[in-house]
């Protein structure tokens, strides 16, 4: 099989969404399915509506076409707020967009308008996090002037933390994007019947047993596809952490000084990594570098230390692994490193059932599938 790949295995990530479906389901919380991380692919898509996802939301149009283009008819949110010279798109393919700014809900009518069609506008709400989203103070000023637009429908509010400043979602602002949606309709009538809390990061507050207020869907992604919780990175419990796994292939394996020689100035990405250590050690090379992968984002094998990377060339200390040129190595992701393996051409996607093993195979999901087989996507 041709290296380097991704290795996408369906049944664990179907597992992963159908678990956090009934878990938040318990709490009157419903999943938008998020699938930029594997650029809207079609069979993660199908895969996440099959395990009972309410949606699917993706922050590209380009990959919010690719699933409509692949037939796939589930309501789709553009999570980003729309770039206005996308807007004749945006309503062509995705029902609902998160916006922060009426010239661009203006450019959204407008193009709905054209279209002889209503455009689904979420509103987000900055919480703290200071990314995307409209002050609170001037929500009310922003909602009245949203309902002002023909062919605009206001579903509702929505906000994201944890993303650019790492600000939790917590009992506090949760409340406070409840009152904002209590507020809202006490005003203009049932203006929010969607109040979308927050990303997989707002797992550890729904799951707490904390009231959800008017919070009633969260958009998941990390949580789905690594069975992560993106706010201390450790697995959630249930899930299965190794649904994507990273395949590189050994070009070159010798025993060299720790310690390098000769005038030393910069590396190819700054730095000078120095060792300390004197002696010398197996240095493998694979063929990946940071064209396909973020090098802190890769976890080896044990007994394997990834060393560093450069544009193609990811060298690793392969221990007691006897290793040749052609040998493959398996390496789990972090988020930034699938979303760059995802993105490379140079990485081929496979996507498969498991093979009958796994390390949580105990905690497989049981019961029938559905008639959509993923088999039939090899
Ligand atoms: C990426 C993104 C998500 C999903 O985040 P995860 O941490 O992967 O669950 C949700 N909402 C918005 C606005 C996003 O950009």
């Known amino acids: 099989m041709s290296a380097p790949r991704l290795e996408v295995d369906l049944e664990k990530i179907r597992h992963n969404a159908s678990a956090l479906v009934s878990k938040l ?43 409509r283009r692949a037939g796939i008819a589930a309501p789709m949110t553009l999570i980003r707020s729309p770039m206005p010279s996308q807007a004749a798109r945006v309503v062509a393919h995705a029902d609902i967009s998160f916006n922060t700014e009426l010239d661009v809900i203006a450019a959204l009518s407008s193009a709905a308008r054209r279209a002889g069609k209503r455009h689904g506008v979420v509103l987000m709400v900055e919480m703290g996090d200071l990314r995307e989203g409209i002050m609170p103070g001037d929500l009310q000023d922003t909602v009245r002037a949203a309902l002002r637009f023909p062919n605009i ?18 009992t506090r602002n949760m409340s406070e994007l409840s009152r904002l949606a209590d507020l809202l309709d006490a005003d203009f009538g049932l203006v929010t019947r969607v109040v ?3 990303n997989s990061s707002n797992l550890k507050w729904a799951l707490s047993g904390e009231k959800a207020g008017r919070v009633n869907d969260l958009r998941l992604g990390e949580s789905i596809l690594l069975g992560l919780d993106p706010l201390d990175r450790l697995p959630i419990e249930g899930l299965y952490t190794d649904a994507i796994s990273l395949v590189a292939e050994v070009i070159e ?8 020689w000769g005038t030393i100035a910069q590396a190819a990405f700054g730095g000078t990594p120095l060792s300390a250590n004197d002696g010398s050690a197996s240095r493998t090379i694979l063929a ?21 990377a450069s544009s ?67």
């Open 25 to 67: 389901g318990g709490h009157g919380i419903s999943v938008t399915g998020v699938t930029k991380a594997c650029l809207g692919e079609p069979r993660v898509a199908k895969t996440l509506l099959a395990a009972g996802v309410k949606g699917l939301g993706d922050s590209r149009i380009e990959n919010i076409e690719a699933m």
């Open 153 to 170: 429908d206001l579903k509702g509010i929505g906000t994201n933390l944890a993303c650019q400043s790492g600000v939790s979602p917590d």
């Open 196 to 198: 979308s809390g927050g």
């Open 253 to 260: 394996t010798k025993t060299k000084p720790f310690r390098p």
């Open 288 to 308: 990946l570098g940071r064209q396909d992968i973020d090098p802190l984002g890769l976890t080896a094998e044990p007994g394997i230390r990834v060393l560093g």
């Open 312 to 378: 193609d060339h990811l060298v690793v200390d392969a221990g007691t692994c006897h290793v040749t040129a052609g040998s493959e190595m398996t390496f789990q992701l972090n988020y930034s490193a699938l979303l760059r393996a995802m993105t490379s051409p140079f990485v081929t996607k496979t996507y498969s059932l498991p093979a009958g093993q796994g390390a949580f195979e105990s905690r497989r999901a049981p019961g029938p599938r559905s008639s959509e087989e993923p088999h039939q996507w090899h």
